[in-house]
């Protein structure tokens, strides 16, 4: 059996594939890298969502690759953070930076977001053509980050590359590269910040190495590594996602318009529709158990495909309809559990702000090319466009 998800359309259009996986069986064996390894693929949402939760699924890679030849270089601060790990050094580690992340603290950036995207949006040409990924969608969430690490501004398109090569797919010498560069960099502005301290969330997080020593300087780095690149890949395929599927459905984003209103609620139905994570980070059992039916045996990966649980018709009917009459507050679009995006609260008020003053400030705005040229990113992980050309009509001058 070959791997279902190696097929060159699946990137373009992966909800197919995943209904006839999940009509097939909603958790099965599928072949998954090089070398005839196998890891269990998990597609329906109720087995999705307990899986997210369930114990004996392990974050921790460094048990499960420890004596295991591998070819890879990556740098330990990607290698080695706070996603792969478990109680209760992840509640440990998570309880260091929920603050930044709450609600409240995300409520108080909100003129700050609002105010980068005035700007961002300004820069726009009169009439299109514009790339929103490139001029939006990426900028926004990575100036946010790094101006709540204290990332200099001119380091900041460094950054950018570097975190997109590391869901470089198929390239493992670009991505472990990328991951020395990343881990370097932060390694020497972690130093940088102790002679020079400020008041961002790394020297938060310096103080707490320093002052209460309950940070190694290994977890230190990783920490902020794994803030700064899942603080802003995620909410870039968010809104890129989003904006498209907006415009590719027209009576939604009309009601938009009329009912601005509607779009903080509208953004779970949009986060469920075309989630921005495939298939969630790495998993494995440390015990043999039975989920969905299926017998899933000790020590072996299990992939939980969000994106493809969040298109379960027993869960969500009509899941191919975009519909914001659905409660789909449900979504496993930022995961569940223990392990759920910390930034969650962070990256729905970026789209949010994001989307909102496009839908107000533009007019007519369309896809300037079709939806067949369309490019999407070569990862499974990540659920992204490489690019979103947008235009509107020369008679139809942007709104103020």
Same mark, same amino acid.
């Given at each position: 059996?070959?791997?279902?998800?190696?097929?060159?359309?699946?990137?373009?259009?992966?909800?197919?594939?995943?209904?006839?996986?999940?009509?097939?069986?909603?958790?099965?064996?599928?072949?998954?890298?090089?070398?005839?390894?196998?890891?269990?693929?998990?597609?329906?949402?109720?087995?999705?969502?307990?899986?997210?939760?369930?114990?004996?699924?392990?974050?921790?890679?460094?048990?499960?690759?420890?004596?295991?030849?591998?070819?890879?270089?990556?740098?330990?601060?990607?290698?080695?953070?706070?996603?792969?790990?478990?109680?209760?050094?992840?509640?440990?580690?998570?309880?260091?930076?929920?603050?930044?992340?709450?609600?409240?603290?995300?409520?108080?950036?909100?003129?700050?977001?609002?105010?980068?995207?005035?700007?961002?949006?300004?820069?726009?040409? /009169? %009439?299109?053509?514009? #790339?929103?990924?490139? &001029? =939006? !969608? +990426?900028? @926004?969430? *990575?100036?946010?980050?790094?101006?709540?690490?204290?990332?200099?501004?001119?380091?900041?398109?460094?950054?950018?590359?570097?975190?997109?090569?590391?869901?470089?797919?198929?390239?493992?010498?670009?991505?472990?590269?990328?991951?020395?560069?990343?881990?370097?960099?932060?390694?020497?502005?972690?130093?940088?910040?102790?002679?020079?301290?400020?008041?961002?969330?790394?020297?938060?997080?310096?103080?707490?190495?320093?002052?209460? /020593? %309950?940070?190694?300087? #290994?977890?230190?780095? &990783? =920490? !902020? +590594?794994? @803030?700064? *690149?899942?603080?802003?890949?995620?909410?870039?395929?968010?809104?890129?996602?989003?904006?498209?599927?907006?415009?590719?459905?027209?009576?939604?984003?009309?009601?938009?318009?009329?009912?601005?209103?509607?779009?903080?609620?509208?953004?779970?139905?949009?986060?469920?529709?075309?989630?921005?994570?495939?298939?969630a980070t790495f998993r494995?059992?440390?015990?043999?158990?039975?989920?969905?039916?299926?017998?899933?045996?000790?020590?072996?990966?299990?992939?939980?495909?969000?994106?493809a649980a969040n298109r379960?018709?027993?869960?969500?009917?009509?899941?191919?309809?975009?519909?914001?009459?659905?409660?789909?507050?449900?979504?496993?679009?930022?995961?569940?559990?223990?392990?759920?995006?910390?930034?969650?609260?962070?990256?729905?008020?970026?789209?949010?702000?994001?989307?909102?003053?496009?839908?107000?400030?533009?007019?007519?705005?369309?896809?300037?090319?079709?939806?067949?040229?369309?490019?999407?990113?070569?990862?499974?992980?990540?659920?992204?466009?490489?690019?979103?050309?947008?235009?509107?009509?020369?008679?139809?001058?942007?709104?103020?």
């Open positions: 059996m070959t791997d279902p998800l190696q097929d060159p359309r699946f990137f373009a259009d992966p909800y197919p594939p995943y209904a006839r996986l999940r009509d097939s069986a909603p958790v099965q064996k599928v072949p998954t890298g090089s070398g005839g390894r196998e890891s269990y693929l998990v597609t329906g949402y109720a087995e999705a969502r307990e899986a997210f939760a369930d114990p004996r699924l392990s974050k921790d890679t460094t048990r499960f690759f420890a004596g295991r030849p591998s070819q890879r270089d990556l740098h330990p601060a990607v290698s080695r953070n706070m996603l792969a790990t478990d109680p209760p050094q992840h509640a440990r580690l998570r309880a260091l930076v929920t603050k930044a992340f709450t609600t409240g603290a995300v409520a108080r950036l909100r003129p700050y977001i609002a105010g980068l995207v005035d700007e961002l949006l300004d820069a726009w040409p /009169d %009439r299109g053509p514009v #790339d929103l990924v490139a &001029s =939006l !969608a +990426v900028p @926004l969430p *990575v100036t946010v980050i790094c101006e709540m690490l204290g990332v200099p501004e001119s380091d900041r398109l460094l950054v950018r590359t570097w975190s997109s090569d590391l869901f470089a797919a198929g390239e493992p010498l670009r991505i472990d590269a990328a991951s020395h560069a990343i881990g370097g960099y932060m390694t020497d502005l972690v130093v940088s910040r102790r002679s020079s301290p400020g008041k961002s969330l790394l020297d938060d997080l310096i103080a707490v190495r320093d002052g209460q /020593d %309950r940070l190694t300087e #290994d977890e230190l780095v &990783s =920490l !902020a +590594v794994l @803030l700064l *690149v899942a603080g802003h890949e995620t909410t870039t395929n968010f809104i890129g996602n989003a904006a498209l599927a907006l415009l590719q459905h027209p009576e939604s984003l009309a009601r938009l318009r009329a009912e601005p209103q509607l779009l903080g609620s509208a953004l779970d139905e949009l986060l469920r529709f075309d989630s921005p994570v495939g298939i494995y059992s440390t015990e043999a158990f039975t989920l969905g039916g299926t017998a899933i045996p000790e020590g072996v990966p299990v992939l939980i495909a969000p994106g379960d018709p027993n869960r969500f009917p009509g899941p191919d309809q975009l519909d914001f009459d659905r409660g789909a507050t449900g979504h496993l679009a930022f995961g569940h559990g223990i392990h759920r995006c910390l930034g969650a609260p962070l990256a729905r008020a970026e789209g949010e702000l994001a989307l909102r003053a496009v839908i107000s400030r533009f007019a007519d705005v369309r896809p300037a090319v079709p939806a067949e040229e369309l490019e999407w990113r070569h990862t499974r992980l990540m659920r992204g466009l490489t690019a979103l050309p947008l235009t509107w009509s020369r008679g139809t001058p942007r709104s103020t």
